[in-house]
């Protein structure tokens, strides 16, 4: 049997990482090897996974800190950590596996040789605003690239890899602050076959440590965040359309309506002139999907050049 790997990242989420770690033993099939990095906190979060790891002493989960550098660093050190483990699964520290999520993830890749990663539904629950979503992967098993540019990569705690497709295209982007995981995704889309794992949802926890006075998401801290995430992507279709199995008409209406949620959050914060760019980058898109991508394609040209 294939041995998996777990990384679980985690910076000022002592109560929130508990619950992630008692559903991670809670599987029926036991990961291998479990790594919580601790990413620089500045509270007890480290104490209290010692004294989780401690009471749980048959668990194979093992901590390791370093200073804070971001969840991408994060996931990249437990993936460096965990050279003897085939398969991994990253887990955010605020989200939670049902109990058969490793066991049916493995069946899924079992026998796969072209497969790049295999993912749950997940069922999102915003605490803030009180709305519980559900989320379908399927598509991801059509077409993961045309999915992630038109939806996000909201994927990460839901989702099994082999290990050595992560590796080869360098782990996360550290350099990335926000949105590294669609830039990862979206190359690692072009790898492969992304497959669905059918069964119980992924329980992604959203808006949940403000309340229980622990840190939030990671996009929450920019007022930019949706802008910075269009960035990703339209960086991504410079430098890789040229790989799509599909037209640019296939994802515009996609990328037009996160332009728009991005000149939306724009102008909420008050940057009227940069929201106005953001929604002239979605009537651009909506107009001619083909001029959008050759003006992406010279702007990305002027810029290496």
């Not at 668990?59 to 804070?68: D, F, I, K």
Request: with cysteine.
């Amino acid at each position: 049997m294939s041995r998996i790997g777990v990384v679980i990242p985690v910076h000022n989420r002592p109560g929130m990482v508990r619950d992630a770690l008692d559903r991670v033993v809670a599987q029926t099939l036991a990961p291998f090897r479990v790594v919580v990095v601790d990413d620089g906190s500045t509270d007890h979060t480290a104490a209290a996974v010692e004294s989780w790891v401690r009471h749980h002493s048959g668990a194979p989960v093992e901590l390791v800190r370093q200073p804070h550098g971001g969840a991408a660093a994060a996931r990249n050190r437990g993936l460096d950590l965990l050279s003897d483990c085939p398969l991994v699964a990253f887990l955010d520290s605020d989200d939670l596996w049902p109990a058969s999520f490793l066991d049916r993830a493995l069946s899924a890749l079992v026998g796969r040789d072209d497969a790049v990663a295999a993912t749950s539904d997940r069922v999102v629950i915003d605490h803030e605003k009180r709305t519980v979503v559900n989320k379908s992967s399927v598509n991801l098993a059509r077409d993961a690239v045309l999915h992630f540019l038109q939806k996000g990569a909201d994927v990460t705690s839901a989702t099994l890899f082999p290990s050595h497709v992560v590796r080869r295209l360098g782990g996360y982007p550290e350099e990335v602050p926000t949105g590294h995981d669609s830039a990862l995704f979206l190359r690692l889309g072009l790898e492969g076959r992304w497959l669905h794992v059918p069964g119980e949802a992924v329980v992604i926890r959203r808006a949940l440590g403000p309340l229980r006075g622990e840190e939030g998401r990671i996009g929450a801290r920019f007022t930019d965040s949706q802008r910075r995430w269009m960035e990703i992507r339209e960086d991504f279709l410079a430098r890789f359309s040229h790989r799509l199995q599909v037209e640019p008409e296939a994802y515009s209406s996609g990328i037009a309506g996160q332009w728009r949620l991005a000149g939306r959050q724009l102008r909420q914060a008050g940057l009227i002139d940069e929201a106005e760019q953001c929604f002239r980058s979605s009537r651009e898109w909506l107009a001619d999907p083909r001029l959008s991508l050759s003006r992406l394609r010279e702007r990305s040209a002027r810029a290496s050049g």
